[in-house]
C-alpha cells in the first residue's frame, strides 16, 4: 500500500531518523508492522513523544510505543508536551529509570522553556529538544531565549514544521486551499490579512532556487540546516514525490550572499499572530512547578 511503499523509499534514501508518537493516530503501529515485514530494526532511531509527565504515564507510554514499534529500544524518547502540573524532575527522574534499563538511549524534550530545558538537564543530559521552527516560526530565537540555552548546553534541535505546514512549498496561496477540518485554518497567523507578506517571502525564495534548480521548499530547508549543524528540519510528507525532494535539499548550498539575503528578509519579515489556536498555543514553552 501506499504508507509501505513510503517506508520502504525512505529506507532506499538511507533515511535513518524516524519521528512517530503515541498521538500520531496508528503510525507506531504501522511502523512496527514494516519492521517485522523488513526485519530492518537495528538499521534505524526511533524518536517517539510521549505526552504528561506523571511517572506511571510515561511508562505506560513507552511500554506501548515499544510494544506497537516491536522494539526493545527507543533511540530518543521525546516528552511531547510538557506537563504544566508535574515539575519536570518527576518527569526527568522517571525516564532516567528507563535509560539505566536499556528502554531509552537518550532523552528529549518537545516545545520546553528555557528554564524547563536548565532543569531537565540538571537531572540528565538533553539529547534534543524539538520545537517548530521556519521562516515564518523563530519563537525559539526569542522565548527566553530558548535557543540560546541550548547551544550553551550543547542540545540539539530538531526542527518541526520547518516548512511552515507547507506554505513554503509555494502550493498554498490562501486560506481558501485549506479544508474546513484542516487545522491551518484555525491558525490566527495564517489569517487572509496575513497571506500578502507570507506570499512575498516565499517568492524569494523561489527566486532564489531558481538559481538552483530547486523549489522554495528546499531553499527553505537549505536555510534551516545553513543556521547551524545543530538544526536537524523533520519535513512532513505522505507523498514519496515530496519526500524525494525534501532529501534533495541536504545537497543544496546557498551562496553566503543569498544565505544574508535571506537572513535579512526573514528578520524582516513580520507576520501577526500566534502558530497556533488558543488551546494548542497554551501548551508551548511551558514551565512546571518547581519540585518541593
Request: glycine share 6%; with cysteine; net charge negative.
Amino acid at each position: 500500500d501506499r504508507i509501505t511503499q513510503v517506508l520502504d523509499r525512505l529506507l532506499e534514501l538511507g533515511c535513518t531518523h524516524w519521528d512517530t508518537a503515541n498521538v500520531y493516530g496508528d503510525s507506531e503501529q504501522l511502523i512496527g508492522d514494516w519492521l517485522k515485514r523488513t526485519g530492518q530494526r537495528d538499521k534505524f532511531g526511533f524518536r517517539p513523544d510521549g505526552p504528561c509527565g506523571t511517572p506511571d504515564y510515561v511508562k505506560q507510554c513507552l511500554e506501548e510505543s515499544l510494544r506497537k514499534l516491536d522494539v526493545d529500544t527507543i533511540d530518543l524518547y521525546y516528552v511531547h508536551r510538557i506537563d504544566k502540573n508535574t515539575p519536570i524532575e518527576v518527569t526527568m527522574n522517571a525516564l532516567v529509570e528507563f535509560v539505566k534499563a536499556g528502554k531509552i538511549r537518550y532523552i528529549g524534550l518537545s516545545q520546553p522553556s528555557s528554564a524547563t530545558l536548565r532543569r531537565a538537564h540538571k537531572i540528565h543530559p538533553i539529547a534534543a529538544i524539538q520545537v517548530e521552527y521556519s521562516p515564518f516560526e523563530r519563537a525559539i530565537e526569542q522565548e527566553g531565549h530558548l535557543l540560546e540555552t541550548a547551544r550553551e548546553l550543547g542540545v540539539a534541535i530538531v526542527a518541526y514544521s520547518p516548512l511552515s505546514k507547507g506554505l513554503l512549498t509555494g502550493q498554498i496561496t490562501s486560506p481558501s486551499d485549506f479544508s474546513d477540518t484542516d487545522l491551518r485554518k484555525q491558525i490566527p497567523r495564517y489569517a487572509q490579512e496575513n497571506f500578502p507578506k507570507i506570499l512575498e517571502l516565499v517568492e524569494k525564495f523561489r527566486q532564489i532556487g531558481q538559481a538552483h534548480n530547486a523549489t522554495s521548499g528546499q531553499v527553505a530547508l537549505a536555510y534551516l540546516l545553513a543556521l547551524g549543524d545543530d538544526i536537524i528540519p523533520i519535513p512532513g510528507s505522505q507523498r514519496i514525490e515530496y519526500i524525494e525532494e525534501n532529501f534533495a535539499a541536504a545537497q543544496l548550498k546557498l551562496t553566503p550572499e543569498e544565505f544574508q539575503t535571506l537572513k535579512k528578509l526573514v528578520n524582516e519579515t513580520k507576520i501577526d499572530g500566534d502558530q497556533y489556536p488558543p488551546a494548542l498555543q497554551a501548551m508551548l514553552y511551558v514551565d512546571t512547578p518547581e519540585l518541593h
